[in-house]
């Protein structure tokens, strides 16, 4: 079981880092921002019941669905303004037959 495309994108642009970066090619600085994006990205989802999208198949344990989908930033919203740099527009791109989606502007 991987993060999923929805955290991933989430935990990425949280900490400023493209999807297509080396892992081996950050230094500390974009380590520890990604190591604390992580942390925070994970605990609000779990906070907020995790994602439930249009689809509605994710409910949780207790049969509620999850509200963390009201705060992406960058996920499924490809072609909007990002809410973080409100210039550029969220690009959508497939990786491995998956989309990522990401803020060209905010994300290096």
Known sequence: AGIGNIYADEILHRAKLRHDRLPTRLDAVARRRLLESIHHVLNDAVEKGGSTLDD?????VDGDEGWFQT???VYD???EKCITCRRARIVRRIVAGR???FCPRCQH
């Open 56 to 60: 509605t198949q994710y409910v949780g």
């Open 71 to 73: 705060q992406h930033r």
């Open 77 to 79: 919203r490809a072609g």
């Open 99 to 101: 989309s990522t989606c």
